[in-house]
């Protein structure tokens, strides 16, 4: 057994060097070759020589490079379909493994010797294969997205890998140990090729995703919404980088909150979370120009009060033109913690977000715009009319009820003819103001024409919608003026109220009674409010 101690230091050096430095890291595992190098040392130094050094290999990872206990049974795991393939090589070969094959100086490389030969390399690459699938995709994958996703990479680079080994089988029946020189420089050129192709491949995805993010953003549409346009982008990096969850945050203008605006497939813990510029994690992503990763959260002093004490978090701030929009943000399992290999993937998605974000935010300003009245700032005929419809189609989906309320500033014209029409557009956006700031968030305001103003209120009973026109027209009566000369000059508005579905199962037929209601207002007297 001593003679077998520096083969089996120098392979179990090998091995650790080979599973420390893989040739690719896709999504949240690691790829190398590892197993060839196993599967080496099984043909030159026999099968006890390489299951012993595959373990040592394993246990030497486990202590000095694995820090919590599911790393190391991963790394545990991971070697199982090494051993077992090592049980199979020693029970297709004869004495120590493929060596004991080895002829002598003036025999021939004969049929029998290849046989012999090559058995083992072929039992070896059998189990392993059938170990990689019943053990780490049932025992260590389970429900593992990422490492599903990894098996056909895996047995990819595997067996390239074993292929660069087939050249070297005479050598080290030749040679032993020393065979392990050239074959160390074959499988260093193949790890670079298979990275360089991989790299070219991943290069790719980032510029598809781009350009898909790209098209997305551009797609003029009346109906495109920026959380649209994060969901979509949130859908694209995880063709990059995998992650058990995706958010985006974004800033609110009103307060300067960070909110979590979408996630996939959900916002889990995070939803209704708020957090403040340079406060707790996310707040602090926010204040940076470069992505931020989080190895684990629960052992990490910046994390708020609020913000969940688990997995691996990637950061990335949403910019543009170096105001801050809000903060991408991906979790794992803190056993497979984010790196700089995946924020890298996702430096050429992140900032084309930002532009799109705001993009679209400009185009639905530019909408606004023109669905607004230049006078009043509320809702046009058009655009109201517009919204009416779109409520009406959902209450009648989900047999909800809506109320409309139309609104005529009484007596306008006297204040057109006795102070001009400046004082008479002043009265307008004096009273619209005051119809504006009486609503709920709810509700609908616009400009029906002239001195009529129209509130759609969803979700609304005609008793309720009556209460809040009573307290509207109570409030145009209190604040609905304007100062001329020192004087103040005071106008009221009348109003009628109908409802779907008790008075009109369209938006025509609503509006036509509310608008009976109205007249029915003045007629009493104006200054009132009147029902259907």
Same mark, same amino acid.
């Given at each position: 057994?001593? +003679? ?16 420390? !430095? ?18 080496a ?41 090494? !051993? ?14 493929a060596a ?66 087939? *050249? ?32 070219v ?32 982008? !949130? ?5 990059? @980088? ?7 945050w974004?800033?609110? /203008? ?5 909110v ?13 979370l ?17 992505p931020?990763? @989080? ?40 056993? =497979? ?12 998605? @992140? *900032? ?19 669905? =607004? ?6 809702? #046009? ?17 989900? #047999? ?13 014209k006297?204040? #057109? ?25 709810? /509700? ?10 129209i ?34 000059i +005071?106008? =009221? ?9 008790? /008075? ?13 209601? !109205? ?14």
């Amino acid at each position: 057994m001593v +003679h077998d101690l520096p083969p089996l230091a120098s392979c179990a050096f090998l091995i650790l060097t080979a599973r420390r !430095l893989p040739v690719v890291q896709l999504r949240a595992i690691r790829i190398g070759l590892a197993p060839a190098v196993v599967c080496a040392a099984v043909l030159w130094a026999g099968p006890i020589v390489g299951g012993a050094a595959a373990v040592l290999a394993g246990l030497a990872d486990a202590r000095f490079f694995c820090r919590d206990h599911r790393s190391r049974v991963s790394v545990a795991l991971s070697t199982l379909p090494m !051993l077992l393939a090592c049980l199979a090589a020693a029970l297709a070969g004869v004495g120590p493994g493929a060596a004991s094959a080895r002829p002598g100086a003036s025999a021939t490389l004969d049929a029998s010797y290849w046989l012999r030969a090559t058995l083992p390399l072929a039992a070896f690459v059998a189990a392993y294969a059938v170990g990689v699938r019943c053990i780490e995709d049932r025992l260590r994958a389970g429900g593992n997205r990422a490492l599903r996703d990894g098996r056909t990479m895996r047995l990819w680079i595997t067996a390239a890998g074993f292929l660069a080994i087939v *050249p070297f089988v005479p050598v080290a029946a030749a040679a032993g140990p020393w065979a392990l020189a050239p074959f160390s420089a074959l499988l260093v050129i193949v790890g670079l090729l298979i990275r360089r192709a991989f790299d070219v491949s991943r290069l790719r995805r980032r510029l598809s995703a781009s350009q898909a993010l790209g098209i997305a953003s551009l797609q003029d549409t009346a109906t495109a919404e920026p959380s649209a346009l994060l969901l979509q982008f !949130l859908r694209l990096s995880d063709s990059l @980088v995998h992650a058990e969850r995706g958010l985006v945050w974004m800033v609110d /203008d009103e307060n300067g909150e960070i909110v979590p605006a979408v996630g996939l497939p959900d916002m889990g813990e995070f939803a209704g979370l708020r957090a403040r510029l340079g406060e707790g994690l996310v707040g602090a992503a926010a204040e940076r120009s470069r992505p931020m990763i @989080v190895s684990d959260a629960a052992h990490t002093l910046r994390r708020g009060e609020n913000e969940p004490a688990e997995d691996s978090w990637l950061l990335y701030p949403i910019l543009s033109q170096q105001k801050v929009l809000g903060v991408a943000h991906w979790t794992r399992p803190a056993a =497979t913690p984010f790196t700089a290999d995946d924020a890298e993937q996702l430096e050429g998605l @992140v *900032p084309h977000v930002g532009v799109a974000v705001e993009s679209l935010r400009e185009r639905s300003r530019a909408r606004d715009l023109a669905a =607004t009245d230049g006078l009043t700032g509320l809702f #046009n005929h058009r655009r109201i009319d517009e919204l009416l419809r779109e409520e009406m189609r959902r209450a009648q989906r989900y #047999n909800r009820p809506l109320s409309v309320l139309m609104l005529d500033l009484d007596s306008f014209k006297s204040v #057109n003819d006795n102070f001009g029409h400046v004082k008479g557009d002043l009265m307008l956006k004096t009273v619209a103001r005051v119809i504006r700031t009486g609503v709920r968030t709810v /509700d609908r305001v616009g400009r029906y024409g002239g001195e009529e103003f129209i509130v759609v209120m969803p979700e609304t009973h005609k008793d309720d919608a009556y209460l809040l026109a009573e307290r509207m027209r109570a409030a145009v009566e209190e604040k609905g003026y304007i100062v001329v000369a020192g004087e103040e000059i +005071h106008r =009221t508005v009348s109003v009628g109220v109908a409802s779907y579905p008790e /008075d009109g199962l369209n938006p025509q037929e609503v509006i036509e009674r509310a608008d009976e209601a !109205l007249y029915r207002s003045k007629d009493a007297g104006r200054n009132r409010v009147t029902w259907a």
